[in-house]
């Protein structure tokens, strides 16, 4: 709740990539209605149809990659390899620095 007036504010931008299952997570868990957001996956989506590509859903890290140039955390392998055996994976507190530095990437 600290953070509702931030999340709802017309007039600070926020940055968020694919925010449909965050924004329907806010909505239906704390009554926050996420507004100004831009979202990166749409941003991508709409240049690659503008450009007459195929629309396809990117990652993150593959925006990152291929925009930016930006390499892919050494980190990330092994945190998707966690992920696929432990579902609960995020939810145990605190995390793990492994966790910590994939988040920060």
């Not at 989506?45 to 593959?62: I, W």
């Not at 990330?76 to 966690?82: H, Q």
């Amino acid at each position: 709740q600290a953070l509702k007036p931030l999340l709802e504010s017309e007039t600070l931008a926020k940055v968020l990539h694919d925010c449909r299952e965050d924004s329907a997570a806010f909505y239906h868990q704390h009554g926050i209605r996420l507004h100004a957001v831009f979202d990166t996956q749409a941003a991508h989506t709409a240049l690659l149809k503008r450009s007459g590509l195929p629309a396809h859903q990117a990652s993150f890290q593959e925006l990152l990659s291929r925009r930016l140039g930006l390499q892919e955390p050494p980190e990330l392998a092994e945190v998707k390899t966690l992920m696929r055996e432990d579902p609960r994976l995020w939810a145990r507190r605190p995390l793990t620095a492994l966790l910590v530095r994939y988040v920060l990437h």
